[in-house]
């Protein structure tokens, strides 16, 4: 093993654990990672910034601005009438809406797709009394299915193909990853949408009610010890028992108590920084027990309280809610916080956000708009239509036009979706300035420094070294072995990192561990592409689960049990469509 090899492999460990913890941005790993390989000298100082001129990275961008046209066109919402008056049964619903998800996934990120789908599943939810622990995890998945079935369908379908274009001249061409991931997409939606009501039913006595019966969610939230308030006299310790509140933090004449629970008891005038369900501190409010901070215009007639989840691209990521200036200059306050963090430290001003965080905000409603759009968090709540929603079908026939210029390879992907991005800003339906500053840079940054260090592992024979140590380990004379292999390893990477990074990373080594074999990587590609984005078993593995988690109230052990009869029924489905395909 060189010195470069060993270095490489090194600082591809490092980078992976790094991004797995999550303690820093992504962007901040990848472009470390970037000057880190140029200075160890993976790769020239002409080299180093090639990965943002990446046709890969181009498409990206391109997609993810139509994304932002499309997911204004309000189209699910149509679908989330048409479920009231169809009388569909829970599991049609769930099927159903899963396969739309999954549908225009094939043609956006999963992201994108996401984000589209959930405001009309929040209100499926609430119309039909179906508990949205049994749809958000559901589209989530689909979102994830649906990206395998096409090369634009996710960024790692893209970085493959750039890997088979290196080996072979061409890459894979917009629907070859449909012959494994169609037939996967369609089973996994079933299974899923069939699995959701068994494991996640509704509970007993609430079937026919009107509201949605997922459990209630916890939020943290300071309050008021007001006179009289029946928590007066009570210990800390005893207030999980006796009011169903976990106590944080309690707060004296604007200084902190500090003592052991048992000692600390509460007094008129105090502030209680406190977790409980959303129900108990509502029934506690209604009763005078504890009091919300009084709203600056809390005389107005105009307030609205929202619901908004943080999503990846969103510029509060890190941030603590005393330093929120996009809602404190509209007047905008946040009452309470559903938070991922198990750390809960100082006052309810100091906590810090992070992705798939609810905030619940009160104000104006215009002003809360306003403030989402700003620092891009996705109100739960289906919008009222836009004034583009009564042409919205034209972005989507703009779309489709790329696509099929794409499919039918009359031009290469990044060139049909900037022919997309013209039309649709000449048109009016794209403002190319304000969708720039809106886009997923973290992402963009991640994909673009990330490319000239996977490079690396093929151009100082990394990969063959990997592909020579896994051939010492199974027999090289069956392809379909290593295609396993290759497959079970992509599958235990991308829980921990994402998809983009695990096809980047897994790729030259799959072209040379086929090499090894002397058979056709285009197998072994597949299997890096479909392993990348069959993400299943964790809620931290994809932002798309992350944001799941937080909405639906899922805890980290119904991801295992719903993701792990999927991952073990995709990950046998897979081996044998590319036995079948591409063998």
């Not at 048409?82 to 769930?94: H, L, T, Y």
């Not at 004296?252 to 920084?273: N, Q």
């Not at 829980?495 to 080594?509: E, G, K």
């Not at 809620?539 to 991801?559: E, K, Q, V, W």
Request: charged share 15%; with cysteine; glycine share 6%.
């Amino acid at each position: 093993m060189t010195f470069e090899q060993a270095s490489l492999l090194i600082l591809l460990l490092a980078m992976l654990i790094l991004f797995s913890l999550e303690r820093f941005r992504i962007e901040v790993v990848a472009i470390a990672g970037l000057l880190a390989g140029y200075a160890l000298r993976l790769y020239s100082a002409e080299q180093i910034f090639s990965g943002f001129a990446s046709p890969v990275v181009i498409t990206v961008v391109e997609i993810l601005l139509i994304v932002q046209v499309l997911a204004r066109a309000q189209l699910f919402d149509q679908l989330a009438d048409f479920f009231v008056r169809a009388k569909f049964s829970d599991i049609a619903v769930i099927a159903t809406l899963s396969g739309a998800t999954g549908f225009i996934s094939i043609f956006m990120n999963d992201i994108g797709a996401f984000s589209i789908a959930l405001p009309a599943t929040l209100r499926v939810s609430a119309l039909l009394s179906i508990p949205k622990r049994q749809l958000i995890m559901p589209i989530s998945f689909a979102a994830l299915l649906g990206g395998i079935v096409s090369l634009i369908g996710t960024p790692a379908n893209m970085l493959v193909s750039n890997a088979w274009a290196k080996a072979n001249g061409n890459g894979f061409r917009l629907f070859d990853f449909a012959y494994v991931g169609l037939p996967v997409a369609v089973v996994g939606i079933i299974i899923t949408a069939w699995l959701a009501p068994r494991l996640f039913p509704k509970k007993d006595g609430e079937a026919l009610s009107a509201e949605p019966v997922s459990p209630p969610r916890r939020r943290i939230t300071e309050r008021h010890i007001p006179p009289g308030s029946s928590l007066i006299g009570a210990r800390l310790s005893d207030l999980p028992d006796r009011f169903s509140l976990q106590p944080h933090t309690l707060v004296r004449d604007g200084k902190f108590v500090f003592g052991t629970p048992d000692k600390l008891v509460v007094e008129a005038g105090d502030l209680l920084l406190a977790e409980a369900d959303e129900t108990v501190f509502d029934r506690l409010y209604s009763s005078g027990t504890l009091l919300p901070e009084r709203h600056p215009s809390a005389d107005s007639a105009d307030l609205d309280y929202v619901e908004a989840v943080v999503m990846p691209e969103s510029t509060l990521v890190g941030s603590r809610l005393h330093s929120l200036e996009v809602f404190s200059s509209r007047d905008v306050t946040i009452s309470a916080l559903s938070m991922r963090s198990p750390r809960i430290e100082g006052r309810f001003a100091d906590l810090q956000l992070s992705i798939g965080d609810i905030l619940v905000l009160e104000g104006e409603q215009r002003a809360i708009a306003e403030a989402l759009e700003e620092c891009e968090c996705l109100p739960l709540a289906s919008q009222p239509p836009s004034r583009m929603s009564a042409s919205s079908w034209q972005p989507f026939a703009i779309f489709a036009a790329g696509v099929a210029a794409t499919a039918f390879e009359l031009v290469t992907p990044d060139i049909a979706f900037a022919g997309v991005v013209l039309v649709l800003a000449l048109l009016n339906y794209l403002s190319i300035r304000q969708a720039m500053a809106d886009l997923n840079w973290p992402i963009i940054i991640m994909l673009g420094a990330m490319i000239p260090i996977g490079s690396a592992v093929a151009t100082t024979g990394t990969a063959q070294l990997i592909a020579a140590a896994l051939g010492s380990m199974v027999s090289l004379a069956e392809p379909a072995v290593g295609v396993a292999l290759v497959l079970f390893l992509s599958m235990l990477l991308t829980p921990f990192v994402n998809n983009a990074t695990v096809a980047i990373v897994m790729s030259p080594i799959a072209v040379a561990f086929a090499a090894a074999g002397h058979h056709s990587p285009s197998a072994y590609l597949i299997a890096v592409a479909a392993g990348a984005s069959l993400d299943f078993l964790t809620p931290f593995g994809h932002h798309n689960n992350t944001l799941a988690m937080g909405i639906g109230s899922y805890r980290f052990s119904d991801f295992l049990k719903a993701g792990a009869p999927l991952t073990v029924l995709s990950y046998s489905l897979t081996l044998l469509l590319i036995y079948l395909f591409w063998l």
